[in-house]
């Protein structure tokens, strides 16, 4: 069965330091796809990114990016310079294409991400 | 604007009650989810949807029901035969029950028991 480690329950840093949030994942499928969702305290999750198995290019996006490493099977996200609005808790998920999506997204257990002005 | 929307944002229920909480989307998914949040946890799936009047259970069924008699609308049933009703809870949808789609989410509903 897939499974999603967040083993970072909780990091707080000082703003306009970088911080990476680690993912590590389980599967037995060669097909899945992998989400990073941010919780703010309002509790709507927001998606963040998608990445599929095949794809192991590292994404950028303002101050984020995502290391997709298929050798260590994890997906870990550095916020650079961060910022008190990064204040969240921040899932990692996964769904296995052979299930069809069919048991939802598997999701880690987030980390609290505290960023101090 | 296209969403998914929740309510009641906070609900309380009695033992042995009863209680829906309604999840409604304009964004024209085919699949819809119900998840449970617990404090310190990620979320479990409790049921979902990919069509209307199709359904099926997820990893933690036991004590929820559901219908899906519009696409716009899965509500959630909390019955009293779910022990440890207390969590917040969230919908989700996505344009079919495929893999690689992108599950949208509402703000949720937090659920207590008095």
């Known amino acids: 069965a897939q499974k999603v480690t967040q083993a970072q329950t909780e990091i707080s840093v000082v703003e306009k330091e970088d911080v990476t949030l680690d993912c590590v994942y389980e599967t037995r499928d060669t097909t899945y796809y992998l989400f990073w969702y941010k919780q703010p305290p309002s509790g709507e999750l927001v998606f963040l990114i998608r990445?599929?198995?095949?794809?192991?290019q590292n994404e950028i996006s303002g101050r984020y990016s995502w290391n997709f490493q298929k050798s260590t099977s994890s997906f870990n996200f550095t916020i650079t310079a961060s910022q008190v609005v990064d204040s969240a808790v921040y899932f990692c998920?996964?769904?296995?294409?052979?299930?069809?999506?069919?048991?939802?997204?598997?999701f880690g257990k987030g980390t609290h991400l505290i960023i101090q002005p | 604007d296209g969403g998914i929307t929740q309510s009641p944002k906070y609900l309380f229920r009695k033992e042995g009650q009863n209680v829906t909480l309604s999840c409604e989307q304009n964004l024209n998914h085919d699949a819809m989810y119900w998840y449970r949040q617990d404090p310190g946890q990620g979320l479990r799936l409790i049921y979902y949807?990919?069509?209307?009047?199709?359904?099926q259970k997820g990893d933690i069924a036991e004590g929820y029901s559901v219908s899906r008699e519009k696409k716009e609308s899965f509500p959630l049933t909390v019955t009293s035969a779910q022990k440890n009703p207390t969590a917040f809870y969230l919908c989700?949808?996505?344009?079919?029950?495929?893999?690689?789609?992108?599950?949208?989410f509402g703000a949720g509903t937090r659920l207590s028991v008095l």
């Open positions: 949807s990919q069509i209307v009047n199709d359904f």
């Open positions: 989700a949808s996505s344009i079919q029950r495929m893999a690689k789609n992108i599950q949208y």
């Open positions: 998920a996964l769904s296995e294409y052979s299930g069809g999506g069919a048991d939802g997204l598997t």
């Open positions: 990445r599929n198995s095949f794809d192991e």
